[in-house]
């Protein structure tokens, strides 16, 4: 079955700390991937995407992104975090000529401490 | 360029009722995907819609909902007779095709009392 597993629910790291959140994919096509963020109340802002090419992706505010095939995962990093990074990350997954349905992990809630 | 807007931003309503939901996807999008988030839980896929067709539907419950996408007008996901349990926020999202990245609305933040 096709699934998403971010393994944490909720991380603290301290403002200028770097940051890695992590994604595994259980999909049998070739996957797409993306991060979003969700500020408390808001909708989902795009991050970042995969769809083929280099593995590894830059993204808005900073944030990257590999893909290792090998390892089914898609983890997104910060070299910094700053407090208004503060806030809740989806991993989703969608495939080529699939419909477009997205998969999405269950979310990494993100605290930053001063 | 507009992004996608849903209204109401907060429906509620009495259990029993119908609530009805509205999506305008962005301007040149043809494809429309409802999701819902319950409480302390990621997005679930519901439906997936073009202009007056439904293309997936899969995770659509099987009774007292339904989503349409008109030719003209916005997107609508209904709910009849609601009762506690769909108390979510439902997210509209659209895309120019089925293989692109999809932009989402803020969200309907339903309500059943």
């Known amino acids: 079955a096709q699934s998403v597993t971010q393994p944490d629910i909720h991380i603290t790291v301290s403002e200028g700390a770097s940051l890695e959140l992590r994604c595994n994919y259980s999909?049998?096509?070739?996957?797409?991937l993306f991060w979003y963020v969700q500020s408390p109340g808001q909708g989902l802002q795009l991050l970042l995407k995969?769809?083929?090419?280099?593995?590894l992706v830059q993204g808005i505010k900073g944030f990257e992104a590999e893909f290792k095939r090998s390892q089914s995962s898609f983890n997104l990093r910060k070299p910094s975090v700053y407090w208004s990074d503060a806030a809740e990350y989806f991993c989703?997954?969608?495939?080529?000529?699939?419909?477009?349905?997205?998969?999405f992990g269950q979310g990494t809630e993100l605290s930053v401490k001063p | 360029n507009a992004g996608v807007m849903q209204n109401p931003r907060h429906l509620v309503r009495r259990r029993g009722q119908e609530a009805r939901l509205r999506c305008s996807p962005m301007?040149?999008?043809?494809?429309v995907y409802w999701y819902r988030q319950l409480p302390e839980e990621g997005l679930k896929f519901m439906v997936y819609?073009?202009?007056?067709?439904?293309?997936?539907e899969s995770g659509m419950p099987k009774e007292r909902f339904s989503a349409e996408f008109p030719k003209e007008g916005p997107s609508i996901l209904r709910i009849q007779q609601v009762v506690r349990g769909d108390s979510a926020a439902y997210f509209c999202?659209?895309?120019?095709?089925?293989?692109?990245?999809?932009?989402f609305g803020p969200g309907t933040r339903l309500t059943v009392t």
């Open positions: 999202a659209s895309s120019p095709t089925s293989d692109y990245e999809q932009y």
């Open positions: 995969y769809f083929s090419g280099d593995t």
């Open positions: 999909y049998g096509a070739t996957p797409y």
């Open positions: 301007k040149g999008h043809s494809h």
């Open positions: 819609l073009q202009k007056e067709n439904i293309i997936d």
């Open positions: 989703a997954v969608g495939a080529y000529n699939q419909g477009g349905k997205l998969i």
